[in-house]
């Protein structure tokens, strides 16, 4: 097992500004601008605002679970911590966290992966890139983001503000474009039949929403940072509502604004929406400023995801349920440098397989089930166990959010479709590996028991 003194060399040298600025430049990547020509599509026209109300409504319902936990068990590891403890660590919480870290292992990567893909697919407004190329680009990205994780996390505190400050200024921007060139007519044009609530109307939302939801994640980001924030039981409930209400305002605005200068029929089968709106109002020179702006706000995105997701396989070696090395600590500069590098490597070798339709989507069908659906039904069950007196932050309306959550995030699941195969399939590997290895080392569920005089004794 990892040297358990592990856990007291990380830093709480966050507070609530540093926390919510890496939870929103985790949330702002590249997702927004690439997904919003695919929500268009989905929906069929500018009723694809609905689908981004929708997913900020899920986030933020989900996001009083995450706060519940996040405030109770301020740890490195977020998710992992939350399963393990939520449904007993002896026994099913063993293996809810297992899974977890399984599944991490996998969708962390896709998840690096596709910020990087989306960066360098965007890139090519600006210059033109062949497929090697663009994997040439979105590999060494990944290399490059490592290399600047690679010290202590108060200075990476600072970092995050200056690239928060970039994402804010370029959002604003774009806003303020669209609002002084808006049509209304244009924004609002709607298709005939455009509400008719029909099967293939809620099939559209409920694969836009995935898209938007895409967009919106990362407002959990804090909680894999536990460890390192200070006065966790009231700054990370904030920054995680901060984050969603204010994305979720930012998003809207900027969709609203794209549709009221770009033809909802036209902008629906760009792959450089945002650049094209921009260069609509202000010519190709202002297009290019703006395509590096976002590129800037995919580069911070992926600076929060691959720091948030590092401290995940640190966290569950250190508990011993994963490899040992994964919890070793930076001598000097405090940080789990052997779990970042892994993650970067895995998320570099990914970024060069796959495609960026394809990894969102598998993303959703890998995390859903036993991430967030766990942990909505896991903070009920938490509750029975502790009482709620003993929580430093409580949700509103309790149970509701939590129930909430749970049937929402599953029927979303289901809407990946074939992918939530996938999915399943990954979650029953998951469950024999871990049998496995439960078994190889006669822990629970196969722990042997002797008789003794006053019953049984687990060995």
Not at 55 to 67: N, P
Not at 107 to 123: D, H, K, N, R
Not at 339 to 358: H, K, M, N, Q
Request: charged share 15%; aromatic share 14%.
């Amino acid at each position: 097992m990892a040297d358990e003194n592990n856990k007291a060399k990380l830093e709480r040298g966050l507070g609530l500004a540093e926390a919510t600025a890496l939870n929103m430049i985790d949330m702002v990547g590249i997702g927004p601008f690439v997904v919003i020509p695919l929500v268009i599509k989905d929906m069929g026209g500018p009723q694809a605002l609905l689908a981004w109300v929708v997913g900020a409504a899920l986030c933020l319902i989900d996001g009083f679970v995450w706060a519940e936990l996040g405030a109770a068990m301020p740890e490195a590891g977020g998710s992992y911590v939350f399963l393990r403890e939520a449904y007993g660590a002896g026994r099913w919480g063993r293996l809810m966290s297992f899974l977890f870290v399984w599944q991490t292992l996998i969708q962390a990567p896709l998840v690096m992966a596709s910020g990087a893909i989306g960066f360098a697919q965007y890139f090519g407004y600006l210059v033109k890139l062949g497929a090697y190329q663009q994997k040439a680009l979105s590999g060494g990205l990944i290399l490059f983001l490592v290399f600047l994780l690679y010290r202590r996390i108060t200075t990476i505190g600072k970092i995050s503000l200056l690239l928060w400050a970039g994402v804010l200024a370029t959002i604003i921007w774009l806003i303020w474009g669209g609002v002084t060139h808006f049509d209304a007519k244009l924004a609002f044009s709607f298709p005939e039949g455009a509400w008719d609530f029909s099967w293939v109307f809620f099939a559209g939302l409920g694969s836009a929403t995935m898209s938007t939801v895409y967009s919106y994640w990362g407002y959990y980001n804090v909680c894999h940072l536990g460890a390192e924030i200070r006065e966790p039981g009231e700054n990370i409930p904030r920054a995680i509502f901060l984050s969603i209400i204010g994305i979720a305002v930012l998003y809207l605005a900027m969709q609203t604004s794209i549709l009221g200068v770009v033809p909802w029929q036209e902008g629906q089968h760009s792959p450089f929406i945002v650049s094209m709106f921009v260069e609509k109002i202000y010519g190709t020179t202002a297009a290019k400023v703006a395509t590096g702006l976002i590129l800037w706000v995919a580069f911070a995105s992926l600076f929060a995801v691959i720091l948030g997701y590092s401290r995940v396989p640190y966290a569950a070696a250190v508990d011993g349920n994963f490899f040992q090395v994964f919890g070793r600590v930076h001598p000097t500069k405090h940080f789990p440098h052997v779990s970042l590098v892994a993650l970067g490597t895995a998320g570099l070798v990914f970024s060069l397989l796959f495609r960026l339709g394809d990894v969102i989507k598998a993303i959703g069908a890998m995390r859903l089930v036993v991430q967030f659906v766990g942990q909505a039904i896991g903070v009920m069950v938490l509750r029975q166990r502790l009482g709620a007196e003993r929580l430093p932050f409580r949700m509103w309306l309790y149970p509701l959010p939590a129930l909430l959550a749970a049937v929402l995030w599953f029927a979303l699941f289901l809407a990946t479709k074939w992918f939530a195969l996938a999915g399943a399939g990954m979650i029953a590997l998951g469950v024999i590996v871990f049998l496995v290895r439960a078994r190889t080392e006669e822990a629970w569920p196969f722990e042997r028991t002797v008789a003794s005089g006053n019953g049984e004794v687990r060995k």
